[in-house]
């Protein structure tokens, strides 16, 4: 069974928070201030936020400004994530991702379950790693968030957690790098 480990110290990390929405601004983003609220309040660290239409090339130019920001560990995206044709989030990061992580998508629909139901199926919520960056793509709701965070980003983002976690693998997600990312501060 999984738990933290107190023994080891929490390891914050930088978050930068992404909202993909053409019908939301700053004040009505409540997906991505919930995910600010949650990851601060758990302890790391606000990297930077923005807001972008569902556009594809935006989007990548901003998720690839960030992968390349070493001060960006990981990203987390709201919006973009159903299957209407303006949704383009998991097309984006297809053209980022260097790796895909099937676990997370797998899992975030079978933590939403409980509270959707079988309307899950709808979510293409994914995940990756780029140029040592993680990157988590999840649906624009409230709920969704919570259930991201609260079931799952929590606990991986934390080095404590056990028996495994993304944290401690971050200094070595770009190995195959010439300039690797630092560990996180």
Same mark, same amino acid.
């Given at each position: 069974m999984a738990s933290l480990d107190e023994t080891q110290i929490f390891v914050?990390?930088? *978050?930068?928070i992404m909202t993909v929405s053409d019908t939301r601004d700053l004040k009505t983003d409540t997906s991505g201030q919930l995910l600010i609220e949650r990851l601060t309040g758990?302890? #790391?660290?606000?990297?930077? =936020?923005? &807001?972008?239409?569902?556009d594809v090339e935006a989007i990548v130019a901003k998720l690839k400004q960030w992968i390349a920001d070493t001060k960006v560990d990981c990203i987390i995206t709201s919006g973009g994530t159903g299957v209407t044709g303006r949704?383009?989030?998991?097309?984006?990061?297809?053209?980022?991702?260097e790796k895909? *992580?099937?676990?997370?998508?797998? &899992?975030? =629909?079978?933590v939403s379950l409980k509270s959707i139901g079988t309307s899950t199926i709808q979510s293409r919520a994914t995940a990756g790693v780029a140029g040592g960056t993680y990157l988590f793509? &999840?649906?624009?709701?409230?709920g969704a968030v919570k259930d991201g965070?609260?079931? *799952? &980003?929590?606990?991986q983002l934390d080095i404590r957690h056990r028996p495994c976690n993304f944290v401690e693998l971050m200094p070595r997600l770009s190995e #195959? *790098?010439?300039?690797?990312k630092k560990k996180p501060k």
């Open positions: 914050p990390i930088n *978050i930068a758990d302890g #790391h660290k606000l990297a930077e =936020r923005a &807001l972008l239409k569902d949704d383009v989030m998991p097309e984006a990061f297809g053209q980022v991702c895909e *992580i099937p676990g997370f998508g797998e &899992l975030f =629909r079978w793509a &999840l649906p624009g709701s409230s965070w609260d079931e *799952i &980003l929590k606990f #195959h *790098i010439n300039n690797p």
